[in-house]
Structures are given as C-alpha cells and as structure tokens.
C-alpha cells in the first residue's frame, strides 16, 4: 500500500460580494442581525455567464501551477458539487475538456457539504492502492442560483466559489500523508435540507415554479443540532482510530456553515480560536467548496505549514458527514 498526500491546494472565488447591507434591502433583516447569527459579513456571487466548471478550472490552474504540474499529469478529476453545469454530463468532464487532460476518469460527487471529504476520502484509496498517482479532487458550487432571494432563512448564508487539493502518491522520504477518513450518511434526516424540484421526483413544470419548489429549503434548527453533533463524533473518530490527542492537531478546519456552529464545536473540543480556520466572515457557507477553500486560504497566507497536522470535519445534506486526519 501506497500513502498519499496533499501536493498542492488552489482556489477560486467570483468577483461580485453581496453584502448584509445589499441583502438587508432584498429580505426583512438587518445586516446586524445577519452578522450576529451567522458570522457572515458578505458572500461571493457568480457572474451571469460564469458555471460551476469555471470556478473549477480557475482553482485547479493554480493547483497544478503550485505543484509544478500539467494537466497531462493529472489521472483523474472528482467534482464534489450539487450545482453542477449540467444534470448531463457531469460538471468532471467539463473540467477535463476545458483545462485539456487526457480522456481520464472524470465523474462528479453529490454530497452536498461533506463532498469534499467524501471525494478526498475517494482519491485516497485510489492513490493507496496504486491504481492512479495524481488525482484533482475539486469542491465548487454556484449556491445562487438554487438560493430563494425572498427566504430569509437561506438566502442570508450561501455564496458562490471553488476549492481545490491534487492527492498524489507520497515518497519515502515525505512525512505528509492522510492518516484516515470517516464518512457517514443518515438519510432518514434528508428532509431537513433539500431542493425538492428537479429531479425524477418532481420535474421541473409551470407549478414547480409557482410554488418555488426550484429553491433550497431548510430546516434550520433541526440542521443546527444536528450539525454541531455528527461535526463532534466525526472529528472524535478520525482522532481516536490514529490514537491521536486533540492537542496535537495543529489546525481544525470545518465545514463553513455558521459561526455559531463553529462556535459550539469549538466550546465541545476546548479549542483555541486561533487553532480554527474560519473563512466564513467572507464567503458565506460555499457548501462543498467550504473546506477546500478554507484549505488553501490558510495554507496561501502561511498558517498552514508542511509537517503540521490538520482535521477536517463537515456535515451537509443528505444528511452527510465526515472527516480526514492528515499531516500537511
């Protein structure tokens, strides 16, 4: 067996922010409000000709430029996303058309937030058993176009953007490998978020979009309590299956969902603040895109160094959870 590794990490964000105060205007809140219960100061919305597939190919090109690689190196592409181009054909080989790979295996994950566990956790196994060498493993998501502007229960906290890592096979001599990942789905709980419209159970149709059934909705107490527990028991499995105290976990870096989740997560664990990696202030909840993102921002501005272990833990519709134990 092979161990793999993190080579390198990219990331991508639109240019548009909407802000508390331009959603104060759309819905009846107040930034202050918005601010207090989410974390969120402004989240990053896609242009109108800009897909999902271009926030991949803008991360991934700066992934493959960190890591001194072509895109002819790559063996294949998993696309966590439940905003992908198209149902048909997967959001992947729309990746590997426009960054021009070879005809690899490319396909897409829906796992809502937790997809990029679930398709780090995929990659891994893959490089472990010596099946492929490299493998660009992408969360991105364009939430705005699924988000009801009038629902101020969701539209306060989704924004759009992109994250990506390249797993590669690790040397002999490198220290940094992924340790383990724990995943997990309880769909008895599915209904506390979902987008009931436009799938083979409800098709889109004239009625569909009368009752605005084409838009995310949310339970957002129930995810709150459920959120908070599956991100606990996730990070307390990866930790106590590698025999791994929390204390010497260098950086925990959760699904960006809510501050206040975040916050409860941190008060269970007794963690430092400065031990988390928040990015929601400014990019809101990016579902899949979350950690990858907030990956590659910590490792990008220097808090993040080689050697030093990282625990990701996210939770996310379906309803999904997970977690990866890995030295950077």
């Not at 107040?30 to 601010?35: D, G, L, R, S, V």
């Not at 021009?100 to 679930?118: E, K, M, N, Q």
């Not at 025999?243 to 963690?271: C, S, Y």
Request: proline share 3%; with cysteine; hydrophobic share 40%.
């Amino acid at each position: 067996m092979y161990r793999s590794r993190i080579r390198s990490t990219g990331s991508y964000l639109p240019e548009k922010k909407l802000t508390n105060q331009d959603i104060e205007k759309m819905v009846d809140t107040t930034a202050e409000w918005i601010y207090e219960r989410t974390g969120i100061k402004e989240r990053r919305i896609a242009a109108p000709n800009e897909v999902t597939s271009d926030f991949c190919v803008e991360a991934a090109k700066l992934a493959l430029q960190r890591a001194n690689m072509t895109p002819h190196d790559i063996d294949m592409i998993i696309v966590a996303t439940v905003t992908g181009d198209h149902v048909m054909p997967s959001t992947a080989c729309m990746v590997q058309a426009k960054l021009g790979c070879r005809p690899i295996f490319a396909f897409d994950l829906s796992a809502a937030c937790t997809g990029f566990v679930y398709s780090l956790s995929i990659a891994d196994q893959f490089i472990k058993t010596g099946f492929y060498k490299n493998i660009l493993v992408i969360g991105a998501e364009v939430l705005s176009r699924i988000v009801n502007y009038k629902d101020r229960n969701t539209c306060i906290l989704f924004g759009d953007g992109a994250g990506c890592a390249i797993i590669t096979r690790a040397e002999e001599h490198e220290d940094s490998q992924i340790f383990s990942s724990h995943l997990y789905a309880d769909g008895l709980l599915g209904h506390l978020l979902e987008l009931p419209a436009g799938g083979s159970k409800l098709p889109i149709s004239q009625e569909v979009l009368e009752q605005e059934l084409q838009y995310i909705n949310m339970k957002g107490k129930e995810i709150f309590k459920n959120a908070v527990r599956t991100l606990v028991e996730c990070a307390e499995t990866a930790l106590k299956t590698n025999n791994i105290p929390l204390e010497q976990v260098d950086w925990l870096v959760p699904h960006q969902a809510n501050m206040r989740i975040t916050e409860a997560v941190i008060k269970h664990f007794g963690i430092p603040t400065e031990k988390v990696v928040s990015t929601i202030d400014y990019t809101g909840n990016t579902s899949g895109a979350s950690i990858p993102i907030a990956l590659d921002h910590a490792i990008t501005d220097g808090r993040i160094k080689r050697g030093q272990l990282i625990l990701l833990s996210a939770f996310g519709a379906g309803l999904t959870s997970g977690s990866s134990l890995l030295r950077y």
